[in-house]
């Protein structure tokens, strides 16, 4: 299938051509939503970052926002700020600006507050996407895309048919030369052994095993087994077991098949990071926390997302459209407003795992031309940004 | 015939997608080949049965990949789960 997309800058492709809307600090969160809830081709990225933060967790929360500006699908940005801040709301934009991306800002506090920055806002706001109209898509290939892969939901379906045959339509996204982002450290854990065959260089696969490492150790600080009924790093619960799941490489491996077969796992690399151009799939360093997961993918250059779901969660994100997939039949039914996938087939009809896979593959391609999503078209702009210290 | 999924050519075993009785013939399928077993336990659902014998020691192999180990000889057809399957992950 032909490709056609956003051509910026620095060769990256944007799906999307919004307007983003960019909160410096969650104080200001309901100017920016008021703002772009209210004008066609705008999204607002609402978050509880910005201020009351220190080192390396103020560091990581500035990135993701600065990531989320710089993404491909994003055409303009509006920076609100407050005033007060912690981050500098003209410091930001300028660094926006620098990156060749139109950004303007404005602080609440010297506009007059929150009815004139929302009327100002809006103004800015509409002519940014006034102008962002007239820009065409072009034609290009999937060897500049990056797509995210997401679990949330999920059920015995999700190992059975949505996560398998998501994993077939990645290796069919890497041999088209493209770029995958898996996150999720939490659903790694048992799956490394499996992963560091396919990892680029030992380098990679210690760095894999560090960040799994890391996240048992720190949720052994905060849990107690005797409370909490949890046992890192053998986290099978009974219910897990009840289920059918024996180990706990099968419950990540049942989650980490989304990732793939055969691509090659070029780097590890930290929350909302950058990813490098190297055609293949990246491990990102997160929670299983969906919004803050997917926030962080977006933030590292991901612009559409697989999500497979057994349950049925809705969740959407305001930059990256979120496509979703389930294998569960009555989900696919019940919640059909919310599933843009229906791999149930693969369970009830006997459909090959790869023709599922393939269905996914053909589907990305149309959303990535412009069909829009469920959870798109329903306006859900989940965000979360993933915390590693105090707030103060 | 109830059914089961073979996810990947290489695995040996298949995830039963009904509650099965022992002594039924279960249909199990991957992409290219179907494989019929006979089920030599109750199996729950969602639960794997053996579509090859694993000998003690050798990989559980699910997804096309290694998912843990068998602390005993495993017989075609039967229940494989927590009670002869080791993890890999903290005993291998």
Known sequence: MEIYAYLRENGSIGIRNRVLVLPAVACVNHVAEMIARNIEGVVGLRHEVGCAQLGDDYRQSLRTLFGSALNPNVGAVLVIGLGCERVDPEQLAHEIAQQKVPVECMKVQDVGGTTQAIAKGMSIAAEMANTLSLQKREKTSLERIVVGVECGGSDFTSSLSSNPAVGYAVDQIWKSGGRIIISETTELIGAEKVLEQRCKTPEVAEKLWQKTRQMIEHSKHYTRDDIDGVSVPNNISPGNVKGGLTTIEEKSLGAVSKGGYLCPIIDVVDYAQPISAESGLYIMDSPGYDPESMTGMVAGGCTVVLFTTGLGTPLGNPIAPVIKITGNRRVATVMKDDIDIDVSGVIEDEVPLEQAGTDIFDVLCHIINGKRTRSEVLRYWDVGIMRIGPRL | ?92
């Open chain 2, 1 to 92: 015939m109830k059914k089961a999924v073979i996810i990947n050519q290489a695995d040996n075993v298949s995830t039963v997608l009904d509650n099965v009785d022992a002594g039924e013939k279960i249909s199990c399928k991957g992409l290219a080949h179907e494989i019929i077993v006979d089920s030599r336990q109750n199996i729950p659902l969602g639960h794997k049965i053996a579509i090859k014998d694993i000998p003690k020691g050798r990989p559980v192999v699910k997804y096309g990949f290694d998912v843990g180990f068998a602390k005993y000889d495993i017989k075609q057809g039967e229940h494989v789960h927590v009670h002869n399957v080791g993890s890999l992950q903290t005993e291998g």
